[in-house]
């Protein structure tokens, strides 16, 4: 890697700051629970807005066309419109997504596996 | 199992869906930036608030405490005060909190493997 020093830092020292700082981004992005739950609802599918919209339970409109936006901006779902009349709008994950959603997986086989104990810790600071 | 039925409802059905309902709210209480972020920064360790405070990045005073009394709450954290003056509180992750906090590095391996995919989608859409 060529390096230069720019103010006392070298460039690789710069683009490993800005990896590391759009990295933080995407995962303040991702890391919301609507996100997740959007990503687990498409799953294989590809979706329409209304379905997906009944698929997330509690999801309201507002939240699931802001989530859905940023999910297609940041190329982990593709966003297909037919030209119908009205038009059908659908929704599917790419492979990024698909990718995530693994690990979405991995977190509600967690809430499973641990509903237990955590209802019981819930019950004793509660008290 | 035994099951009896109550407006058509077997016990069985409703402890199900008692467990389901649960499953997300555990799911909405931990599926944040900020909880994850923060057992992503405890890890094997155990810090003091103020230490804590300086690894999670951005996080504020309340947005620390609320998340720390969630994750104590939901057992996922363990909290212990040792009673010196000024009194020494500090964290660590539980056995569930660690078995999430693997979830969680799955995340940022997510995010660190698909960033120049992401950053490339993200170009298209602003443009």
């Given amino acids: 890697m060529v390096t230069k020093q720019v103010n006392g830092l070298s460039e690789g020292d710069a683009d490993l700051r800005r990896a590391d700082s759009l990295a933080r981004e995407i995962f303040s ?15 294989e599918r590809t979706l ?11 999801v309201s409109h507002k939240m699931l066309t802001q989530n859905l936006r940023m999910l297609e901006r940041n190329g982990l779902v593709e966003r297909r419109v037919h ?21 979405v997986d991995a977190m509600c086989d967690w809430t499973h596996r641990y509903i237990a104990d955590i209802e019981t810790a819930r019950r004793r600071f509660d008290d």
Wanted: overall charge negative.
């Fill in 48 to 58: 329409r807005f209304t379905v997906l919209r009944d698929e997330v339970e509690g």
């Fill in 29 to 43: 992005d991702v890391a919301n629970k609507w996100a997740l739950l959007i990503i687990e609802a498409l799953g």
């Fill in 83 to 103: 030209p119908t009349v009205p038009p059908r709008v659908e929704y599917t994950l790419t492979e990024s997504g698909r990718a995530l959603r693994a690990t």
